[in-house]
């Protein structure tokens, strides 16, 4: 417990990526991230949906754990390794 919670204050290496347009708005990506940080978006994308998006304040959060990527039906997500 104690090593998730110093890997969450940490800057992370991982962010993810979305692909608005493929997005059907299920939601699945923001149920499965075990952080929390994802939303939707106020927006709409071009077929109508809310996408996702990153809370705000929580874009170093991401632990690399792809499950979003994993769990996206649309493939409109994938989990990008910054480069240091």
């Known amino acids: 417990m104690v090593l998730t919670l110093s890997v969450l204050k940490t800057k992370s290496k991982y962010r993810p990526i979305f692909y608005p347009e493929l997005c059907k708005g299920c939601g699945i990506c923001i149920d499965v991230c075990p952080v929390k940080m994802l939303e939707f978006s106020p927006e709409f ?40």
Do not use: F, T
């Open 45 to 84: 994308n071009e077929k109508g949906y809310h996408y996702p998006r990153i809370k705000d304040g929580m874009e170093d959060r991401c632990i690399g754990c792809r499950l979003c990527e994993r769990y996206c039906p649309d493939l409109a997500v994938y989990v990008e390794v910054k480069k240091e």
